[in-house]
C-alpha cells in the first residue's frame, strides 16, 4: 500500500509539473511553427532558375531594413548595395564569391535626405568598372526640374579600395537632371511633371534607355520622351515615343476626366517592339493600369498587383505580394509563380539574351549573423518555366 | 457354602480377568484390524479424508435397447456398486430414474433432494454389446467434473457387481469434497480477472465464470478487469448460501476527441479510434496553423497576439495505454507520423522544404472524475528536410522562428536530410464519445 501511494503521488507530481511548463509555455507563446511562407515559396521558384552568386553585408553596419541589392550580371562582380541610413542613401559595393566579403566601396550619397527610391539598374563593362544608375522619384518633381537620376561608376582598378572606408575613392557619382524642354520647344520646366521614368536596358552593354512619361500641367498634355545614356553618363536625346508611334503627333491629349494629374504617383512602362505604353497609378489605397498605343486611346487593364516591369517579350509581369503573375500586352493572365523571399530586380541582356535577374535577401541579422543577397537569372523567354 | 463359593470365586477369577483383557485388546485392536483387511484387499484407490459434509450424487439413469427388467437389473447393480464407493460419496437415486432432459432441471431436482451433484448414465445395448456413457456434474461450481464412455460385451450378473460400473465409481474422486463456506458463482465477460475475493486472483473460464467459496456473512469488496472494458470495482454483501454475482461490465472507450492547442498557440483536432477499447488507440488529427496565438516574446518586440500561416499538419497515430483506464492520471506511449500540407495561391501542396516528419509520444492524461480529461503529449518531431530545394539557403536560421533561436529547442538541422523538433507538446481537452 505504501508502495502504490508513494507511485501515485510521483505521478502526481510528474503530471502537475508538466501541465504547470505547459501552461508557462502556452501563456508565453513562445513557439512558432518551422516554416517561413516566403521562404517555402522561394522554394518552389529557385530550383527552376541558375544562381549566379551570393554577396554579403559582413563589414557594414546596418541599422535599418531599407535596403536594396542590385546585382551585377557576373558570378564574380556581386553588386551594388543601398543603404538608408539616417535619412540618407548611402551606397556600397559588394563583391561576391566571399561570404566574407570585403566592402569595396561605401560614400553617402549626396542628395536630399527622405528620398525614396524606386528603381535601379546596372550597365556598362561590368568587369572593371560596373555602373549603376539610381531613379529617386520624391527628389525630381520635389526640385522642380525634370528628374534628378544618380548614376554611381564602381572603378574595379581603384588601388585605394583596401583602405578605410571613409577614403575610398573607387566609387564615384554623378548627379544630373534630365531637361525636357530642351526637346520640347516653348515648354517651360516648370510647367512640366515627371508623371513616371522607366530604366531599360539595351542590347548594347554601354549604354541604357531613360523612358519618361510627362504631363504638361497647363494643358494636360502628356509626352513620352526617351533618352540614351552611355556609360561616361553622358545623356542624350533619342526619341519622342509619341511621334514614333504615330508619325504625326508629339503628345497626347487624354479624354477626360484623365487619371494623369500634377500630384499623381505613378509608374511608366514603354514596351518597344509593340509600341505600347503603360502607366500604373496608385489610387485609394489601390494599383489602377492602363495602356495605350498608336491610336493614343487610354484603356484601364485590369492587373492584379504592382507592375514590375513590361518585359522585352511584351508581357507585364507583375508582383503581387508573394506571387508574381505574368499578363499578356492586353492584359490577360497568362500563370503565376511563387516569388516568396524573391524578388524580381530588373531585365537586362546578358550576352544579348534578355534575362530577369531575382535577388533572394537571407536576413540572419537576428541570430548575429549577416545580411545575405543570392542572386538568380532566368531568360525572359523560359519564364513560362515558372508555371506551376 | 460360603468357602465353597469363595473357592469358586477364586478359581474363576484370574480367567475372568484374562478374558476381559483380551476383549479390551480386541476392540481396542478391532479398528486396526479392519483397517488392514481393507488395505490388503483389492486397489480400488486410497480412500479420502472424510469431508464436511459429504458430497451428495444422484444417480440418473437411462437405457437404449433394453427391455424394462433388463433396465431395472443394470440399474439396480449401478446404484449399488456405486454406494459401495470408498471415497465418501453418498449415492442417491434419482426421481424419476431418467431424470430430467436440461442440465439445470437436473440440479434442480438435485438440490431438492438435498445433492450437490449429479451423474447421468446412459447404457445403450447394440446386439450382444453394450455401451455406456456418463457425466458426473458438480452443481456448486457449475462444471463437469468427469465424463467417460466404455463399451463391452454383455455383461453378466458377476461382472456386473464387480467391475463393469468400475470407470463410473472411479469418476466420483474427480468430485472433491466441499468446502465449509458457500460456494459462490461469478459470471462476467471470459477472461476477466479478479481481484479481492477470497482465494487469490481468479480468472473467467471460456463459459465466463468462476466459482469461490467465501466465508459469510460477509461484505467483500473486488475489482474486476479486462482488456477492452471498464475496470469494475463493487463491494458485495454475502449472507446467503452459496449464490450468483453478476459483472456488470461495459465496455471501454471505442472512440474520443481531442481539443487541443499545438505548443499551446495552434488549435488542433484529433479523433482517436480504439481497435482495443480503452487501451490501443489509432488516431487522425489536423492541426491549423491559420490562425494561433503569436509569440508574445520575440527579439524585436514586435508583438503580434495572433499569427497565421497557410499551413496544416495532417498527424497520424499509433499508441496504448499504460495505466489503467479509471486511474486519475494515466499514461501513454506510441508514434506517430504528419505531413505539412501547404496552401498557397497556386496550389494546395505538401510542404516542399519539411513535407513529412514523425516522431514518438509519451502523454498523461488527468480525470479527476473518470471520463473526460485534460492532458499533455510531447511529441518531439524529426521532419525529412528537402535541402535542395532550399537552394544556398541555410534552413536553420530561417526555421528557427521560435523565442530560442539559436538554442536547440527551437530546432536544429540534423545533417542535410533532417530537421529536428525537441519543442513539440499538445495541450488540451480529451473527450470520450
Known amino acids: 500500500m505504501r508502495k502504490t501511494h508513494l507511485l501515485a503521488l510521483v505521478m502526481r507530481v510528474a503530471f502537475l509539473s508538466l501541465a504547470a511548463l505547459s501552461a508557462a509555455l502556452s501563456v508565453m507563446g513562445c513557439f512558432s511553427p518551422s516554416f517561413d511562407e516566403e521562404v517555402t515559396l522561394a522554394s518552389l521558384t529557385k530550383p527552376k532558375l541558375k544562381y549566379l552568386h551570393t554577396v554579403s553585408t559582413s563589414r557594414i553596419s546596418l541599422p535599418t531594413n531599407q535596403v536594396f541589392y542590385l546585382p551585377v550580371p557576373s558570378a564574380t562582380m556581386g553588386g551594388f548595395l543601398g543603404v538608408r541610413i539616417d535619412g540618407y542613401p548611402k551606397l556600397y559595393y559588394l563583391k561576391s564569391n566571399s561570404l566574407k566579403g570585403p566592402i569595396e566601396g561605401g560614400d553617402t550619397i549626396p542628395t536630399l535626405p527622405g528620398l525614396e527610391y524606386a528603381y535601379g539598374l546596372v550597365f556598362g563593362n561590368f568587369t572593371s568598372s560596373p555602373l549603376a544608375i539610381l531613379y529617386f522619384p520624391s527628389l525630381s518633381n520635389a526640385s522642380g526640374g525634370g528628374s534628378d537620376l544618380l548614376l554611381f561608376s564602381y572603378d574595379v582598378n581603384a588601388a585605394s579600395l583596401q583602405g578605410p572606408v571613409a577614403e575610398k575613392k573607387a566609387l564615384s557619382d554623378l548627379v544630373f537632371t534630365l531637361y525636357f524642354s530642351t526637346n520640347v520647344p516653348g515648354v517651360p520646366v516648370s510647367d512640366l511633371y515627371l508623371l513616371g521614368l522607366q530604366l531599360r536596358d539595351s542590347s548594347s552593354a554601354a549604354e541604357i534607355y531613360i523612358d519618361t512619361f510627362v504631363l504638361q500641367k497647363s494643358n494636360k498634355r502628356c509626352y513620352e520622351l526617351s533618352f540614351r545614356m552611355d556609360s561616361s553618363g553622358t545623356v542624350q536625346f533619342d526619341k519622342n515615343l509619341v511621334l514614333d508611334r504615330t508619325g504625326d503627333r508629339t503628345y497626347l491629349v487624354f479624354t477626360p476626366p484623365s487619371p494623369f494629374s500634377h500630384s499623381t504617383v505613378g509608374r511608366y512602362f514603354y514596351s518597344p517592339d509593340n509600341k505600347k505604353s503603360y502607366a500604373q497609378v496608385y489610387e485609394d489605397g489601390k494599383y489602377r493600369a492602363y495602356y495605350w498605343d498608336e491610336a493614343g486611346v487610354l484603356e484601364e487593364i485590369s492587373l492584379e498587383g504592382r507592375i514590375a516591369m513590361v518585359l522585352s517579350s511584351n508581357d507585364i509581369l507583375c508582383v503581387k505580394e508573394k506571387y508574381g503573375l505574368v499578363y499578356s500586352p492586353e492584359g490577360k493572365r497568362r500563370f503565376e509563380f511563387a516569388l516568396g523571399s524573391l524578388s524580381v530586380i530588373y531585365e537586362l541582356f546578358v550576352n544579348n539574351v534578355p534575362t530577369i535577374f531575382f535577388v533572394e535577401s537571407i536576413d540572419q541579422r537576428d541570430e548575429g549573423g549577416q545580411l545575405f543577397y543570392e542572386t538568380y537569372t532566368l531568360p525572359t523567354g523560359e519564364l513560362s518555366k515558372l508555371e506551376e | ?433
Request: hydrophobic share 40%; aromatic share 16%; proline share 8%.
Open chain 2, 1 to 433: 457354602m460360603v468357602v465353597g463359593s469363595m473357592g469358586t470365586h477364586k478359581s474363576w477369577g484370574i480367567p475372568l480377568f484374562l478374558v476381559g483383557l483380551l476383549c479390551a485388546l480386541g476392540l481396542f485392536l478391532l479398528p486396526l484390524g479392519r483397517g488392514w483387511a481393507q488395505e490388503s484387499g483389492p486397489k480400488e484407490g486410497a480412500p479420502e479424508e472424510p469431508s464436511y459434509p459429504p458430497r451428495k450424487v444422484m444417480v440418473f439413469f437411462r437405457t437404449e435397447g433394453m427391455g424394462s427388467e433388463e433396465s431395472a437389473i443394470f440399474y439396480d447393480s449401478l446404484v449399488i456398486y456405486l454406494q459401495g464407493n470408498p471415497y465418501n460419496k453418498r449415492i442417491v437415486e434419482g426421481l424419476p430414474i431418467a431424470g430430467p432432459d436440461s442440465v439445470n432441471d437436473r440440479a434442480s431436482v438435485s438440490y431438492r433432494r438435498a445433492c450437490d451433484s449429479w451423474i447421468m448414465v446412459h447404457v445403450r445395448k447394440s446386439g450382444e454389446e453394450i455401451e455406456v456413457a456418463y457425466r458426473l456434474y458438480d452443481i456448486p461450481y457449475e462444471s463437469y467434473r468427469a465424463e467417460g464412455k466404455f463399451s463391452t460385451e454383455f455383461p453378466g450378473a458377476r461382472d456386473r457387481s464387480t467391475f463393469f460400473w468400475k470407470p463410473i465409481r472411479e469418476s466420483l474422486r474427480e468430485l472433491p469434497a466441499l468446502p465449509k463456506d458457500p460456494v459462490f458463482t461469478i459470471r462476467g465477460i471470459p477472461g476477466t480477472k479478479i481481484f479481492g475475493l477470497p482465494g487469490g486472483e481468479k480468472e473467467l473460464n471460456a463459459e465466463g465464470k468462476a466459482a469461490f467459496s467465501a466465508p459469510t456473512p460477509a461484505t467483500y469488496r473486488f475489482r474486476a478487469e479486462k482488456l477492452g472494458y471498464e475496470p469494475l470495482e463493487e463491494q458485495v454483501l454475502l449472507k446467503e448460501k452459496g449464490g450468483e454475482i453478476l459483472l456488470n461490465q461495459k465496455r471501454g472507450t471505442l472512440v474520443n476527441l481531442d481539443l487541443s492547442l499545438w505548443n499551446g498557440q495552434f488549435p488542433s483536432f484529433y479523433l482517436g479510434l480504439f481497435p482495443i477499447p480503452n487501451s490501443l488507440f489509432l488516431k487522425v488529427g489536423l492541426t491549423s496553423f491559420f490562425s494561433g496565438f503569436g509569440p508574445f516574446l520575440v527579439h524585436d518586440s514586435n508583438f503580434e497576439p495572433f499569427v497565421s500561416y497557410p499551413l496544416m499538419t495532417v498527424d497520424f497515430q499509433f499508441g496504448g495505454y499504460l495505466s489503467s483506464p479509471d486511474e486519475t492520471v494515466r499514461f501513454y506511449a506510441g508514434v506517430g507520423g504528419f505531413v505539412r500540407v501547404f496552401y498557397s495561391d497556386l496550389r494546395t501542396m505538401l510542404d516542399p522544404l519539411l513535407p513529412f516528419g514523425g516522431y514518438p509520444l509519451i502523454g498523461v492524461e488527468y480525470a479527476p472524475k473518470a471520463g473526460n480529461s485534460v492532458f499533455f503529449e510531447y511529441t518531439p518531431r524529426i521532419l525529412y528536410m528537402d535541402a535542395e530545394a532550399m537552394g544556398n539557403v541555410s534552413i536553420g536560421s530561417y526555421l528557427q522562428t521560435a523565442f530560442f533561436k539559436d538554442s536547440w529547442a527551437s530546432g536544429t538541422a540534423v545533417g542535410d536530410w533532417f530537421w529536428l523538433e525537441l519543442v513539440s507538446f499538445r495541450l488540451g481537452y480529451r473527450v470520450r464519445l
